[in-house]
């Protein structure tokens, strides 16, 4: 399985945007949909001006200080939760996902009741999650990540795997994206998809830094895991 893009280890906006790109390329990929490859524009490469981090981009595309780490969420009541959820979602009957992106969480709802809420780490500005509505479309256990340049593959079991334990697919679009991510330019080509996953980067968790994606606590992704099968409903609210 093809994923996010380990960067080296420069500072802690790096380490947060580590490995949250997930793209598809020509189908291949575990389950036959998975997760697929960014090439970056030119060869990026990071030096330290002043205490400050600048990205080398190619000479036609000027150089950019990084972006700010993004906030984390303000937290939400219960009920301030569910009063973002719109009416026709609430109706109906058995399990669901809600991602609030505005408030950085997922809601699992059952019978337009509130079973569970989690904090989770979604797109950052130019890369939001796809808004809408979706449903599951691939469930991968102890996905293994292949590097989308190199090739080179990590193991589900290692720490430095940027999937974590669990992958839950949602969502795929075949129109490629490029643009500047906080920290580098990107040009995508093929299809990319978005999902839900663990990670290893706990404290991105309840920020916008991925490339569209959705990180989640590792013991929160594996409960929603079991609780989620292929066909799950999932709503994305903006």
């Not at 090439?39 to 150089?63: H, N, S, T």
């Not at 939001?128 to 991968?140: D, I, L």
Request: charged letters at 25%; aromatic letters at 6%.
């Amino acid at each position: 399985m093809r994923c996010p893009k380990q960067a080296p280890t420069l500072g802690l906006r790096t380490s947060l945007l580590a490995a949250s790109l997930l793209s598809l390329v020509g189908g291949v990929g575990v389950g036959g949909a998975g997760i697929a490859a960014a090439q970056e524009i030119g060869e990026d490469r990071q030096r330290e001006i002043k205490g400050e981090i600048l990205v080398e981009a190619p000479e036609e595309v000027p150089k950019r200080k990084s972006d700010p780490i993004p906030p984390l969420a303000i937290p939400l009541s219960d009920a301030a939760s569910l009063a973002r959820v719109p009416s026709d979602v609430m109706e109906r009957k058995g399990l669901q996902l809600v991602l609030d992106r505005k408030h950085h969480q997922l809601l699992v709802l059952r019978d337009g009741r509130m079973t569970r809420r989690f904090p989770a780490a979604v797109g950052t500005t130019g890369w939001e999650t796809p808004a809408g509505r979706f449903r599951v479309f691939e469930k991968v256990k102890e996905p293994v990540w292949t590097h989308p340049v190199s090739g080179d593959l990590v193991e589900a079991e290692s720490t430095k795997n940027p999937l974590g334990s669990r992958w839950i697919g949602f969502y795929r679009d075949c129109n490629g994206r490029s643009g500047w991510d906080g920290e580098q330019y990107l040009d995508i080509n093929g299809c990319t998809v978005a999902g839900f996953h663990g990670t290893p980067y706990r404290w991105t968790v309840g920020r916008a830094v991925s490339h569209g994606c959705v990180r989640l606590y590792e013991e929160n992704v594996q409960e929603v895991f079991d609780l989620v099968r292929v066909g799950t409903q999932v709503t994305v609210l903006p």
